[in-house]
């Protein structure tokens, strides 16, 4: 199986099981429709061990943990089973490890299905899989999403309560002096999930932020700014703004770029050509109504191109922000600051995760091309 792809489970009960050349931390959790757990309970690992329709299953140290699932035990409400992994030793990464996850039949062990996920450098905790309800029939889906902060930072997403070591009790009341003004914008850690709760972020080449503002996903109407001005005074521009959209198998849906201004019902528009670079502010704007995509849409790539064939070092201040379209307010910023002598650049993509959420990528990634066709192909590689 690929990132993404998924097939419909031909047997009632299965068993993933998560192998690497370390040992591994295995556990499920039990999401309702919203994605979240209906309690504590609902997190099945080693020291919580069953559940209502799922068991972890331990290899003792010499065969993979293992999650089963018993779809037709799971109790009503429940819609999907995460099976999640990590290294079992304390801040181990991924880097070098390939951890292989495999679907079986929990009855006659018979192999469904296999997963490798791909790309793992600095995650210590990783959503290998996850068996949904779609339709009335169950399914099993490849993700292979990653985590820098650990399994506690995938039971938080999930709404597990985590619990933290206690501070040690203070001899006596102090008072804290008054905290300075947060900066306007604050950059992004080098690793870690980061969220818009601290207001703008500010992003580094392949730095992510996802679009959640007080724990919830950010499903109001969005915009991407993308502006440029010339290296040399005098010297008109013309660089098209693209966003190009795909499927879960990184499959093209549609492309919206200054030839097609409106793709996928809608909930993509474009503002139109400019020709020159000229003036202040944005030069061309890509709006995108998240909560109107279509289900199938899971990965947005935005591009610019030079479609005069100046190359991006004859480019000044190239940048991409992202706007709430309600408010005005910038969210995110990238800085394009470094060019390379090429035609095309994927500026940013957003990818929507399997909990609903969106997250926003900063690329800088430079292509051999001219106009939005000949990205296509790059940008489903990149997602």
């Given at each position: 199986m690929t990132p993404g792809s998924n097939f419909?489970?031909?047997?009632?009960?299965?068993?993933?099981?998560?192998?690497?050349?370390?040992?591994?931390?295995?556990?499920?959790?039990?999401?309702?429709?919203?994605?979240?757990?209906?309690?504590?309970?609902?997190?099945?690992?080693?020291?919580?061990?069953?559940?209502?329709?799922?068991?972890?299953?331990?290899?003792?140290?010499?065969?993979?943990?293992?999650?089963?699932?018993?779809?037709?035990?799971?109790?009503?409400?429940?819609?999907?089973?995460?099976?999640?992994?990590?290294?079992?030793?304390?801040?181990?990464?991924?880097?070098?490890?390939?951890?292989?996850?495999?679907?079986?039949?929990?009855?006659?062990?018979?192999?469904?299905?296999?997963?490798?996920?791909?790309?793992?450098?600095?995650?210590?905790?990783?959503?290998?899989?996850?068996?949904?309800?779609?339709?009335?029939?169950?399914?099993?889906?490849?993700?292979?999403?990653?985590?820098?902060?650990?399994?506690?930072?995938?039971?938080?997403?999930?709404?597990?309560?985590?619990?933290?070591?206690?501070?040690?009790?203070a001899a006596a009341p102090v008072t804290a002096p008054p905290m300075p003004p947060a900066p306007p914008a604050a950059p992004a850690p080098a690793s870690g999930k980061i969220n818009l709760d601290k207001g703008r972020v500010s992003l580094q080449k392949n730095q992510t932020v996802s679009l959640v503002k007080g724990g919830r996903p950010l499903l109001s109407q969005v915009k991407m700014g993308l502006g440029w001005e010339p290296a040399f005074r005098g010297k008109d521009i013309d660089l098209d703004a693209s966003v190009?959209?795909?499927?879960?198998?990184?499959?093209?849906?549609?492309?919206?770029?200054?030839?097609?201004?409106?793709?996928?019902?809608?909930?993509?528009?474009?503002?139109?050509?400019?020709?020159?670079?000229?003036?202040?502010?944005?030069?061309?704007?890509?709006?995108?109504?998240?909560?109107?995509?279509?289900?199938?849409?899971t990965g947005l790539v935005f591009t610019v191109n030079s479609f005069s064939g100046q190359k991006f070092t004859e480019v000044a201040k190239a940048y991409c922000r992202l706007i709430d379209a309600a408010t005005g307010e910038e969210l995110v910023r990238f800085d394009l600051t470094s060019a390379e002598p090429q035609t095309g650049v994927m500026m940013a993509k957003l990818i929507r995760q399997f909990s609903g959420e969106w997250e926003m990528t900063a690329m800088g990634d430079f292509v051999k091309s001219r106009t939005v066709r000949g990205m296509v192909k790059p940008a489903g590689q990149a997602l």
């Open positions: 419909p489970l031909p047997v009632a009960r299965v068993a993933v099981d998560v192998t690497a050349p370390v040992r591994l931390d295995v556990s499920g959790l039990l999401l309702t429709a919203d994605g979240k757990v209906r309690s504590d309970e609902d997190f099945i690992f080693y020291n919580q061990p069953s559940g209502p329709g799922v068991t972890y299953r331990s290899g003792g140290g010499t065969s993979p943990d293992a999650i089963i699932v018993d779809t037709a035990a799971l109790p009503p409400g429940i819609e999907r089973i995460v099976v999640t992994a990590s290294p079992d030793a304390a801040g181990q990464t991924f880097q070098g490890i390939e951890p292989t996850a495999t679907v079986r039949s929990a009855d006659d062990h018979s192999v469904l299905a296999t997963f490798t996920p791909p790309q793992l450098s600095t995650e210590t905790a990783l959503v290998v899989m996850e068996v949904y309800l779609r339709g009335g029939a169950w399914k099993v889906r490849a993700v292979g999403q990653g985590y820098a902060n650990g399994l506690a930072g995938i039971a938080t997403d999930f709404g597990v309560s985590v619990e933290e070591e206690p501070a040690p009790p190009i959209a795909f499927g879960p198998q990184r499959n093209h849906l549609d492309s919206c770029y200054f030839g097609k201004l409106s793709i996928l019902g809608g909930s993509i528009k474009h503002s139109g050509d400019n020709l020159t670079g000229e003036g202040a502010g944005d030069d061309e704007v890509i709006v995108v109504d998240l909560g109107r995509l279509p289900a199938e849409a």
